[in-house]
């Protein structure tokens, strides 16, 4: 008897050009690509790009950088990122210097991180750069139509860094079932909205929504608010394993 092993399809190698580039925080500068071949770039929101950069690693080989894509599935041969210039950090450095033209190798897209078509109330929690891939799930499902909630709590330090807010808040007002909610760490004095990580929200969120249906969560961003927030959901929110779904970038 032969046992078939599935393994996801490898993902694919193209050449893309960085054809233009904007700070969009202070820490955070947004690049977008374009795939050398013209071909459209076909991913589902949610999926990322590994990045192949000419600098080597500490084993001589060229540098991989993950990026979870933020633009919206359009059938265009361009595709944005957002990427946090982290101190010290080798890759994001190298990326947000690099010039309009600069021309690299890309695996993807890549990943399982979906928004559940058919799954009830939405919680998406994020920090920093983690909403990027909250972009597509977020339009995607609002073209889609229906009325489950979407709740977006995002995790920022003050309001410079809060990355798509004039987006989220546009899309907010026009859509009842979504809710964005900014949490700020270090907010100035007469910011009337939540404040400290979203640790401390995610719970009451969850509770909230668990009324309107069986809820799911998509969180991202580093491993440590990832796991708060997955301990908290799990051990005083009820959620099961299934209900929760997680994008390290760390
Ligand atoms: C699936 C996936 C998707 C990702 N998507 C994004 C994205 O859309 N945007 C993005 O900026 N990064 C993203 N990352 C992180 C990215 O791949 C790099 O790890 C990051 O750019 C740091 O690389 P570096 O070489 O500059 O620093 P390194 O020297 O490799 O790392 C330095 C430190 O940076 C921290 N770090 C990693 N990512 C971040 C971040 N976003 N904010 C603050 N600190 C961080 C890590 O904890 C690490 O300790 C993603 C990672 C994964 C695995």
């Given at each position: 008897m032969t046992s078939e092993v599935h393994r996801p399809p490898l993902p694919e190698t193209f050449e893309a050009t960085l054809v233009g580039t904007r700070p969009v925080t202070p820490r955070v500068k947004e690049l977008v690509f374009e795939r050398a071949d013209g071909q459209p770039f076909t991913f589902r929101s949610g999926q990322w790009v590994s990045l192949v950069l000419p600098i080597l690693d500490e084993k001589d080989r060229p540098l991989r950088r993950a990026y979870s894509v933020a633009s919206v599935p359009s059938g265009s041969p361009r595709f944005e990122l957002v990427v946090t210039r982290v101190d010290g950090g080798r890759g994001s450095t190298w990326l947000t210097d690099a010039p309009v033209g600069t021309r690299l190798e890309v695996k993807g897209?890549?990943?399982?991180?979906?928004?559940?078509?058919?799954?009830?109330p939405s919680l998406f929690v994020a920090t920093g750069t983690g909403v990027a891939p909250f972009r597509g799930m977020i339009h995607d499902a609002l073209a889609a139509g229906g009325d489950t909630p979407l709740w977006v709590l995002f995790g920022v330090?003050?309001?410079?860094?809060?990355?798509?807010r004039e987006e989220f808040e546009a899309l907010e007002k026009a859509h009842p079932r979504l809710r964005f909610m900014l949490s700020m760490?270090?907010?100035?004095?007469?910011?009337?909205g939540l404040r400290g990580y979203v640790q401390t929200h995610a719970l009451g969120l969850w509770k909230e929504l668990a009324k309107q249906g069986r809820p799911h969560a998509y969180i991202c961003g580093v491993k440590k608010m990832l796991l708060e927030v997955r301990e908290v959901l799990k051990k005083e929110?009820?959620?099961e394993r299934q209900q929760l779904h997680l994008e390290s970038y760390d």
């Open positions: 897209p890549q990943g399982m991180f979906h928004r559940l078509a058919e799954a009830g330090r003050s309001p410079a860094d809060a990355l798509y760490s270090r907010p100035p004095p007469e910011w009337t929110g009820g959620a």
